[in-house]
């Protein structure tokens, strides 16, 4: 049986990066798969995060999947917090995952930065938990952008070390599933450089709340250089700006990037950006709308989250027993 499990953290600003990398892929495989969509709430607190504010993200970023085409009918949408198993799974994986292998993600050198001693332990302790999310529903399929790669390869390696430890196949291994031109949407203000949601400046990302005349705004102060566009896809060798917008704009217009070259290639940027504002107001404006909708009927979301867990619950309890059962925790 095919699964899959995806999560968003709710830490405000999601970006374009969010939705082409992950969010969009979601609502295309939801046809396909039985499918488990949830606001991680949890690993948001990994880094502070003010409490009325997080509460609020949750909300935004649920109503970003509805409004981006998720059904919450069809498919299991909920936050993470509401559902026990994640907490208790990730405890159990605390205990299977080595120090060595934590030591080698990039995602936590890269945000705890050079004060490491200072970082939360749940912040050096996170693939675990996200391990947990996956695993806590035997998902076979994880939708993700390119930068969570390393981190789902972990996943993996605590779903066999698990199951050699105690001599029995309790959980799958889980396939990433990285694809489209929108895996990897880089900053506006350096194309080297992730598009983020906690990156200072907001000029670098374009964000899923954003109107036409911000996007517009963002489009227009977006670094570039002199030169126009290259007329071929090999040409783009040190114009990581040049890429990334040519990048956005196949990902966008859901074509390869050898095709929107050919559709746009050697036009000056000040042509290209307005081509790609169009494109960009076109596709963002609708969810935008439908997100603001859904926003202003609070209680509705929280229906929906709530039927979620409930949902997300029944399938995660037998897990637990499981696990728990080849533990040897005592289920009195
Ligand atoms: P998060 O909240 O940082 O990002 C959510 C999704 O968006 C993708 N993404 C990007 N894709 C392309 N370009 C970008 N610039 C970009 N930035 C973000 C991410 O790859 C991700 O798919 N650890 C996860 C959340 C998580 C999770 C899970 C995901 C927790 N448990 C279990 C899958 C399965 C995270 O921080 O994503």
């Known amino acids: 049986m095919s699964r899959i ?8 600003n999601l970006h374009l990066g969010n939705y082409l990398g992950a969010i969009r892929n979601w609502v295309r495989l939801q ?3 039985e499918c488990i ?28 999947f509805i409004a981006a085409g998720i059904d919450p009918e069809k498919q299991v ?40 001693e200072n970082a939360s332990v749940g912040l050096y302790a996170y693939p675990n938990l996200m391990a947990a999310d996956i695993l806590l529903y035997k998902a076979t399929h994880v939708p993700v952008g390119e930068d969570q790669k390393q981190h789902l390869e972990l996943a993996r390696d605590i779903a066999q070390k698990f199951n050699t430890d105690f001599g029995r196949e309790v959980f799958p291994q889980p396939e990433p599933l990285i694809f489209g031109a929108g895996t990897r949407v880089m900053s506006l203000r350096d194309g080297t450089a992730k598009m983020s949601k906690s990156a200072e400046s907001d000029y670098s990302r374009i964000n899923m709340t954003d109107d036409a005349d911000t996007i517009a705004q963002k489009i227009r102060k977006a670094k570039t250089d002199p030169e126009p566009l290259p007329t071929d896809a090999d040409g783009f060798e040190g ?5 990334n917008l040519v990048n956005i704009y196949a990902a966008l217009r859901d074509v390869s990037f050898s095709e929107a070259v050919a ?3 050697g036009k000056p940027f000040s042509e290209f950006k307005g081509i790609l504002t169009d494109v960009a107001v076109d596709v963002l404006g609708p969810i935008n709308a439908e997100m603001k909708r859904l926003l202003a009927a609070p209680a509705e979301i929280d229906a ?4 979620g867990a409930e949902r997300a619950r ?13 533990v040897g925790f005592l289920r009195p």
């Open 5 to 12: 499990f995806s999560g968003v953290q709710p830490t405000g």
């Open 31 to 33: 046809n396909e798969y």
């Open 37 to 64: 969509f949830c606001v991680v709430d949890m690993h948001a607190i990994t880094v502070w995060q003010d409490p009325a504010a997080l509460t609020q993200a949750t909300r935004e970023v649920t109503a970003s």
């Open 77 to 116: 949408l909920f936050n993470q917090s509401a559902v026990a198993g994640h907490a208790q799974l990730a405890w159990v994986f605390n205990c299977v995952a080595r120090i060595g292998w934590l030591n080698r993600m990039t995602q936590f050198k890269e945000k705890a930065g050079k004060n490491r």
């Open 239 to 243: 114009r990581a700006e040049a890429r």
């Open 263 to 265: 559709e746009v290639g």
């Open 304 to 307: 929906i989250l709530a039927r």
């Open 314 to 326: 029944a399938i995660a309890q037998p897990v637990i027993d499981e696990v728990y059962d080849t």
